[in-house]
């Protein structure tokens, strides 16, 4: 089976019309290994002494892996040896040209740099300049994010675009019916049966979602890190059905929830698992409440309880049913929830499950809030006019469909004003927020202690399943045989389990010393931790050195796409720390238009698309993921490629004036990162 993988070159190579090369096969052998790292240290020892050879400067991007340390010669002959190393690095199943840039660093380091990770599931980055801290400035008022308006022109063709597609889909389901029933049958009537689905409910996905079939649903395979491969696929009866080709290609991907980069099949937290699996199985076969709680699962609660801050936690084996199975625990009829208009779906089911009565407020607009609670409070509960039982306010730290942040002192201040409930989902925003990675929490600096409830899942930054619920000990205590999800929901496994007590050791850093462990944020105290999993974690991920870095790798690539992004001229939503940045394409046809030339390039990226009903009708976006593991070259080529693609889809409708070019955006990151405002200049 062949993988296909792009060849790095100069900027200008990667056109989007480029073709790409098969690669050939490898070979296995741990004596021509060996022979190779041998080899490679005896061809740096000869360039330090001054020999002729391509030199790094303090300004590149060495790698974070031993893995690079083996490279092509000069004369670019294949030895066996590199074979090898490729074959051990990156699995025998995968054949690649050896002049890929997805797979190995465009500068690599010479064997005196010995790093752990392999560079196509976390890229390697060693310079310290392409690193940044996230955080807000203390005192400085939190902005409200405006969103830039594009031509009419756009908005014209938008709608006409789905007026055209509501027309011709009604045509052809009129005749369809009529000419070719066959096809029809599940919409129509049949022997008497009622038509399982409406043609009515199912109008968009047959007309609109089933022409961009082939960029949803991607199959795929392997790590989802820095970079992954996809299974190509190809439909003869357009979309209908998809064929495997047989075919693989490698891609860079920002499509992928990855902030810190822990999905990766080796290194600490994977050598920790697998012990896990050893000690534990794989399952703990039960419910939470009927013999599925392990010692993992009380270790990792206490663990998460003293990460955001909070007297107790109770973990769920599903993040989306953490919201929806915990809301309808904490309220009920007689309560009153208010909701942000974009809250995510579990939010919604949860409160709708819960039988409260719920507004909604303008998507964080404090001022809009407390009109509303002046309101609600004022006319209490509908027709009887009582007051409330309580009142529930639920928000997102980062909404992940807009890249925005909550502005949470402001509803902090509100909170102590009118003595309602604060619920903060931080699905997005925990382990990729924040100096420390604890959220908004921790990139506002709030006192985790005036938020009532912290929600959270495990998916995002920690390389893991599930989510959380965090907050008072009583609470945690009642919710623990209130929600459904205790008696129901199957227990988390000790793997996952696993995963989230090393990763999260790894951001926290682990210390004996207890003065160390007391305030928050804080270390996890050794005592927390299960010994067997910190035998298995290196140095820089037990001592917090390591994860640290990634979140400042994670922060400067955020910030880096963001500003480019508004420099080149393109319309995006969200903060420019949110690892999430939306770009508007708008108009429908332009989301399989842009999906598929990203994954044609030379240097192939996989992106997500998102349209109505997750977006509004006008508003269709691509939605660039961010991780730490991406470097500072894996954004440039990603820039370039929204540039290229970008401009021939006409998607540069931005307001600002003074527009740089992309050579200059990719020269001058460093300084569009560090820029307090990135002024109309």
Same mark, same amino acid.
């Given at each position: 089976?062949?993988?296909?993988? =792009?060849?790095? @070159?100069?900027? $200008? %190579?990667?056109?989007?019309? !480029?073709? &790409?090369?098969?690669?050939? /096969? ?35 991007? =060495?790698?974070? @892996?031993?893995? $690079? %340390?083996?490279?092509?010669? !000069?004369? &670019?002959?294949?030895?066996? /040896? ?600």
């Amino acid at each position: 089976m062949a993988l296909r993988s =792009p060849s790095p @070159s100069s900027p $200008s %190579s990667l056109s989007m019309f !480029s073709k &790409k090369k098969k690669s050939p /096969a490898l070979a296995t052998d741990a004596s021509t290994y060996l022979a190779a790292v041998a080899d490679r240290d005896r061809r740096a020892q000869s360039h330090h002494h001054g020999q002729s050879a391509p030199s790094i400067s303090s300004a590149s991007t =060495p790698a974070l @892996s031993f893995s $690079s %340390s083996v490279t092509a010669d !000069s004369d &670019k002959t294949r030895t066996a /040896a590199q074979e090898a190393h490729d074959d051990y690095f990156l699995g025998p199943d995968y054949e690649e040209d050896d002049e890929s840039g997805l797979t190995r660093p465009a500068n690599p380091p010479t064997s005196e740099q010995v790093f752990n990770t392999r560079h196509v599931e976390f890229g390697h980055c060693a310079n310290p300049e392409y690193r940044y801290v996230s955080m807000h400035q203390p005192g400085k008022e939190v902005e409200g994010y405006e969103e830039q308006e594009p031509p009419y022109y756009v908005l014209f063709s938008t709608y006409l675009s789905y007026l055209i597609l509501i027309i011709i889909g009604h045509m052809r389901d009129f005749f369809g019916k009529r000419l070719v029933p066959h096809k029809y049958g599940h919409l129509m009537p049949s022997n008497g049966y009622a038509a399982l689905t409406s043609d009515f409910d199912s109008f968009y996905t047959r007309r609109l979602k089933h022409r961009l079939e082939d960029i949803f649903s991607r199959p795929v395979t392997g790590v989802p890190g820095r970079t992954i491969v996809t299974l190509d696929r190809t439909s003869k009866d357009h979309n209908d059905t998809f064929v495997p080709t047989g075919n693989r290609t490698r891609a860079l991907n920002v499509s992928s929830y990855n902030y810190l980069g822990f999905a990766q099949a080796r290194g600490g937290c994977a050598d920790a698992v697998e012990q896990g699996i050893r000690r534990y199985g794989l399952s703990a076969c039960q419910s939470r409440l009927e013999g599925g709680t392990t010692d993992l699962h009380l270790q990792a609660e206490q663990l998460v309880a003293r990460f955001i801050g909070m007297e107790d936690a109770l973990i769920t084996s599903m993040g989306y049913a953490t919201n929806s199975t915990t809301i309808p625990a904490l309220v009920g009829k007689g309560c009153l929830v208010i909701s942000d208009e974009l809250n995510h779906a579990s939010i919604r089911v949860g409160v709708r499950m819960s039988g409260a009565s719920v507004r909604t407020f303008k998507h964080n607009d404090m001022r809009d809030l407390e009109h509303l609670l002046r309101e609600v409070i004022s006319q209490g509960q509908v027709r009887t006019h009582r007051p409330w039982k309580k009142i529930l306010i639920i928000v997102e730290g980062l909404y992940s469909m807009e890249g925005t942040l909550v502005n949470l002192p402001a509803l902090v201040e509100l909170k102590r004003k009118y003595k309602f409930y604060l619920y903060v989902d931080e699905a997005h925003s925990i382990g990729a927020m924040g100096p420390n990675g604890r959220g908004v929490i921790d990139y506002f600096n709030v006192d985790p202690r005036d938020v009532d409830i912290l929600m959270g899942t495990f998916t995002k930054s920690f390389g893991a399943s599930g989510g959380y619920i965090a907050g008072s000990k009583a609470l945690i205590s009642r919710l623990r045989t209130r929600t459904h999800a205790g008696p129901y929901a199957e227990s988390m496994s000790p793997a996952v389990l696993t995963q989230i007590i090393a990763s999260m050791s790894s951001i926290m850093g682990v210390s004996e010393d207890v003065s160390q462990t007391v305030s928050f944020p804080s270390f996890a105290p050794a005592s927390a931790v299960p010994q067997w999993i910190l035998e298995q974690l290196p140095p820089a991920l037990r001592d917090g050195s390591e994860g640290k870095e990634r979140l400042q790798r994670l922060a400067f690539n955020a910030r880096y796409l963001s500003r480019a992004l508004y420099r080149l001229g393109f319309i995006t939503f969200g903060h420019a720390d949110s690892a999430i940045i939306p770009l508007l394409l708008f108009n429908p046809g332009k989301m399989g238009v842009f999906s598929r030339l990203m994954l044609e390039r030379k240097t192939p990226i996989v992106v997500v698309v998102v349209g109505y009903p997750a977006t509004p009708l006008v508003t269709s976006r691509v939605r660039f993921c961010l991780s730490a593991a991406h470097t500072k070259e894996d954004v440039d080529t990603l820039l370039r490629a929204i540039d290229e693609v970008g401009t021939a889809l006409d998607l540069k409708h931005g307001k600002i004036k003074n527009r740089w070019t992309i050579d200059e955006v990719c020269a001058r990151a460093v300084e569009l990162v560090n820029l307090e405002e990135d002024h109309d200049a």
